[in-house]
Protein backbone atom coordinates (compact mmCIF):
# COMPACT_ATOMS: atom_id res chain seq x y z
CA UNK A 1 0.00 0.00 0.00
CA UNK A 2 1.11 3.66 -0.50
CA UNK A 3 1.60 5.70 2.58
CA UNK A 4 3.82 7.40 4.66
CA UNK A 5 5.65 5.10 7.23
CA UNK A 6 6.89 6.57 11.03
CA UNK A 7 9.13 4.22 12.93
CA UNK A 8 8.61 3.56 15.79
CA UNK A 9 5.52 4.13 17.13
CA UNK A 10 7.12 5.17 20.76
CA UNK A 11 10.43 5.65 21.72
CA UNK A 12 11.99 6.74 25.23
CA UNK A 13 15.12 9.05 25.66
CA UNK A 14 17.40 9.32 28.17
CA UNK A 15 18.16 13.15 29.61
CA UNK A 16 21.30 14.14 27.44
CA UNK A 17 20.81 11.35 24.34
CA UNK A 18 19.91 11.72 20.43
CA UNK A 19 17.43 9.97 19.29
CA UNK A 20 16.23 9.89 15.43
CA UNK A 21 12.21 9.75 14.08
CA UNK A 22 12.26 7.37 11.04
CA UNK A 23 9.96 8.72 8.39
CA UNK A 24 9.25 6.94 4.96
CA UNK A 25 6.85 7.81 1.85
CA UNK A 26 6.64 5.62 -1.12
CA UNK A 27 3.81 8.22 -2.94
CA UNK A 28 6.39 10.09 -5.25
CA UNK A 29 5.87 13.08 -2.97
CA UNK A 30 8.82 15.57 -3.68
CA UNK A 31 8.15 17.59 -0.34
CA UNK A 32 8.07 16.09 3.12
CA UNK A 33 7.77 17.65 6.60
CA UNK A 34 8.20 17.46 10.01
CA UNK A 35 5.53 18.40 12.50
CA UNK A 36 5.34 18.59 16.25
CA UNK A 37 1.87 17.84 18.40
CA UNK A 38 1.50 18.68 22.06
CA UNK A 39 -1.79 18.73 23.46
CA UNK A 40 -4.44 22.13 23.17
CA UNK A 41 -1.79 23.53 20.78
CA UNK A 42 -2.52 21.95 17.35
CA UNK A 43 0.64 21.06 15.13
CA UNK A 44 4.24 23.21 14.92
CA UNK A 45 6.32 22.38 11.82
CA UNK A 46 9.42 21.91 12.63
CA UNK A 47 11.76 21.25 9.47
CA UNK A 48 10.28 21.03 5.66
CA UNK A 49 11.91 19.50 2.57
CA UNK A 50 11.06 20.52 -0.98
CA UNK A 51 13.79 18.24 -2.47
CA UNK A 52 16.95 15.95 -1.89
CA UNK A 53 19.39 17.30 -0.33
CA UNK A 54 17.68 20.47 1.12
CA UNK A 55 15.36 21.67 3.52
CA UNK A 56 14.12 24.48 5.91
CA UNK A 57 13.74 25.47 9.52
CA UNK A 58 10.45 25.46 10.36
CA UNK A 59 8.38 27.45 13.55
CA UNK A 60 10.57 25.45 16.17
CA UNK A 61 13.76 24.00 14.77
CA UNK A 62 15.68 24.56 17.71
CA UNK A 63 16.86 20.90 19.01
CA UNK A 64 16.20 19.23 16.00
CA UNK A 65 18.42 18.19 12.78
CA UNK A 66 16.96 16.46 9.50
CA UNK A 67 18.59 15.30 6.30
CA UNK A 68 17.03 14.43 2.84
CA UNK A 69 19.35 11.99 0.96
CA UNK A 70 17.05 10.10 -0.29
CA UNK A 71 13.13 11.43 -2.07
CA UNK A 72 11.60 8.71 -0.01
CA UNK A 73 13.30 9.27 3.74
CA UNK A 74 13.17 12.57 5.85
CA UNK A 75 14.67 11.19 9.54
CA UNK A 76 14.20 13.69 12.14
CA UNK A 77 16.45 13.73 15.17
CA UNK A 78 15.61 14.81 18.57
CA UNK A 79 18.85 15.93 19.93
CA UNK A 80 19.40 16.78 23.39
CA UNK A 81 19.70 20.72 22.66
CA UNK A 82 15.91 20.32 22.87
CA UNK A 83 14.91 20.50 26.32
CA UNK A 84 11.33 19.51 26.18
CA UNK A 85 11.47 16.58 23.48
CA UNK A 86 8.11 15.08 24.98
CA UNK A 87 5.30 15.16 22.13
CA UNK A 88 4.32 13.58 19.40
CA UNK A 89 5.88 13.82 16.37
CA UNK A 90 3.67 13.38 12.85
CA UNK A 91 5.66 13.14 9.58
CA UNK A 92 4.21 14.05 6.07
CA UNK A 93 4.49 14.94 3.16
CA UNK A 94 3.38 16.49 -0.64
CA UNK A 95 3.55 16.51 -4.26
CA UNK A 96 5.35 19.78 -4.17
CA UNK A 97 5.64 22.56 -1.73
CA UNK A 98 5.05 25.30 -3.67
CA UNK A 99 3.28 28.59 -1.84
CA UNK A 100 0.50 29.18 -4.66
CA UNK A 101 -0.21 25.39 -4.50
CA UNK A 102 -3.52 23.87 -3.15
CA UNK A 103 -2.01 20.56 -2.88
CA UNK A 104 -2.50 18.54 0.18
CA UNK A 105 -0.48 17.09 2.77
CA UNK A 106 -0.96 13.65 3.75
CA UNK A 107 0.10 12.66 7.37
CA UNK A 108 1.60 9.29 8.60
CA UNK A 109 1.15 7.69 11.61
CA UNK A 110 2.81 9.79 14.20
CA UNK A 111 5.65 8.37 16.82
CA UNK A 112 5.36 9.09 20.29
CA UNK A 113 9.14 10.22 22.14
CA UNK A 114 8.97 10.50 25.68
CA UNK A 115 12.03 11.50 28.16
CA UNK A 116 12.65 9.10 30.69
CA UNK B 1 0.61 36.30 8.74
CA UNK B 2 -1.85 33.34 8.83
CA UNK B 3 -3.53 31.41 11.64
CA UNK B 4 -6.74 29.77 12.32
CA UNK B 5 -9.71 29.70 15.11
CA UNK B 6 -11.76 27.12 16.26
CA UNK B 7 -13.31 29.09 18.86
CA UNK B 8 -14.66 25.96 20.52
CA UNK B 9 -12.44 23.67 22.50
CA UNK B 10 -15.20 20.99 22.52
CA UNK B 11 -19.07 19.67 20.76
CA UNK B 12 -20.84 17.43 21.98
CA UNK B 13 -23.90 16.30 19.69
CA UNK B 14 -26.18 13.34 19.90
CA UNK B 15 -26.09 10.22 17.05
CA UNK B 16 -28.72 11.58 14.11
CA UNK B 17 -28.11 15.23 14.68
CA UNK B 18 -26.34 18.29 12.98
CA UNK B 19 -22.64 18.58 13.95
CA UNK B 20 -21.04 21.70 13.00
CA UNK B 21 -17.30 22.19 13.70
CA UNK B 22 -16.22 26.04 13.49
CA UNK B 23 -13.28 27.93 12.19
CA UNK B 24 -11.88 31.21 11.27
CA UNK B 25 -9.15 32.33 9.39
CA UNK B 26 -6.69 35.00 8.88
CA UNK B 27 -4.64 35.69 5.89
CA UNK B 28 -3.33 38.78 3.92
CA UNK B 29 -4.06 37.13 0.59
CA UNK B 30 -6.52 34.66 -0.35
CA UNK B 31 -6.69 31.27 1.51
CA UNK B 32 -6.21 27.54 0.52
CA UNK B 33 -8.49 25.63 3.84
CA UNK B 34 -8.51 22.01 4.80
CA UNK B 35 -10.14 19.94 7.18
CA UNK B 36 -8.30 17.06 8.65
CA UNK B 37 -9.54 14.67 11.77
CA UNK B 38 -7.51 12.61 14.22
CA UNK B 39 -9.03 9.49 15.89
CA UNK B 40 -6.53 8.43 19.22
CA UNK B 41 -2.89 7.57 18.64
CA UNK B 42 -2.93 8.43 15.19
CA UNK B 43 -1.58 10.83 12.35
CA UNK B 44 -3.81 13.04 10.79
CA UNK B 45 -6.24 12.02 7.70
CA UNK B 46 -7.60 14.33 5.31
CA UNK B 47 -11.31 15.35 4.53
CA UNK B 48 -11.36 17.97 2.95
CA UNK B 49 -10.38 21.19 1.29
CA UNK B 50 -11.12 24.56 -0.73
CA UNK B 51 -9.23 25.95 -3.41
CA UNK B 52 -11.22 27.73 -5.32
CA UNK B 53 -14.80 28.07 -7.02
CA UNK B 54 -17.94 26.55 -5.49
CA UNK B 55 -18.15 27.72 -2.25
CA UNK B 56 -19.65 24.88 -0.89
CA UNK B 57 -16.86 21.34 -0.51
CA UNK B 58 -18.11 17.69 0.14
CA UNK B 59 -15.16 15.27 1.26
CA UNK B 60 -14.94 11.94 2.64
CA UNK B 61 -17.81 10.33 5.61
CA UNK B 62 -20.36 12.53 4.38
CA UNK B 63 -18.60 15.57 5.55
CA UNK B 64 -19.15 18.78 4.27
CA UNK B 65 -17.52 22.59 4.57
CA UNK B 66 -18.78 25.75 2.81
CA UNK B 67 -16.04 28.85 2.48
CA UNK B 68 -17.25 31.95 3.57
CA UNK B 69 -15.12 34.78 2.27
CA UNK B 70 -17.10 37.95 3.88
CA UNK B 71 -17.01 36.12 7.43
CA UNK B 72 -13.57 34.46 7.04
CA UNK B 73 -14.98 31.17 7.91
CA UNK B 74 -14.73 27.44 7.05
CA UNK B 75 -17.23 25.63 9.24
CA UNK B 76 -17.14 21.89 9.16
CA UNK B 77 -20.54 19.81 8.78
CA UNK B 78 -22.52 16.61 8.98
CA UNK B 79 -25.97 16.52 8.57
CA UNK B 80 -26.43 13.71 10.98
CA UNK B 81 -23.32 12.60 12.99
CA UNK B 82 -22.41 8.55 13.73
CA UNK B 83 -21.01 7.55 16.72
CA UNK B 84 -17.94 6.61 14.88
CA UNK B 85 -17.23 11.01 13.88
CA UNK B 86 -15.89 11.36 17.56
CA UNK B 87 -12.17 12.61 17.10
CA UNK B 88 -10.44 15.78 17.39
CA UNK B 89 -10.57 17.80 13.95
CA UNK B 90 -8.26 20.32 12.79
CA UNK B 91 -8.57 23.12 10.46
CA UNK B 92 -5.73 24.89 8.30
CA UNK B 93 -4.96 27.49 6.05
CA UNK B 94 -2.70 28.60 3.55
CA UNK B 95 -1.91 31.81 1.91
CA UNK B 96 -2.10 31.76 -1.74
CA UNK B 97 0.52 34.61 -1.41
CA UNK B 98 2.19 33.26 1.04
CA UNK B 99 5.02 30.70 1.74
CA UNK B 100 5.01 27.09 2.17
CA UNK B 101 2.90 26.73 5.88
CA UNK B 102 0.16 25.21 6.41
CA UNK B 103 -1.03 27.05 9.93
CA UNK B 104 -2.96 24.60 12.05
CA UNK B 105 -6.07 25.51 15.13
CA UNK B 106 -5.71 23.98 18.19
CA UNK B 107 -8.42 21.38 17.33
CA UNK B 108 -11.69 20.75 18.30
CA UNK B 109 -13.07 17.51 19.89
CA UNK B 110 -16.10 16.10 18.66
CA UNK B 111 -18.06 13.75 20.84
CA UNK B 112 -20.99 12.03 19.49
CA UNK B 113 -23.43 10.28 21.97
CA UNK B 114 -25.53 7.62 21.40
Known amino acids: DGGITQSPKYLFRKEGQNVTLSCEQN?????MYWYRQDPGQGLRLIYY???????QKGDIAEGYSVSREKKESFPLTVTSAQKNPTAFYLC???????????????FGEGSWLTVV | AQSVAQPEDQVNVAEGNPLTVKCTYS??????LFWYVQYPNRGLQFLLK??????LVKGSYGFEAEFNKSQTSFHLKKPSALVSDSALYFC????????????FGAGTTVTVRA
Open chain 1, 49 to 55: SQIVNDF
Open chain 2, 50 to 55: YITGDN
Open chain 1, 27 to 31: LNHDA
Open chain 2, 27 to 32: VSGNPY
Open chain 2, 92 to 103: AVRDIRGDYKLS
Open chain 1, 92 to 106: ASSIVARANSGNTIY
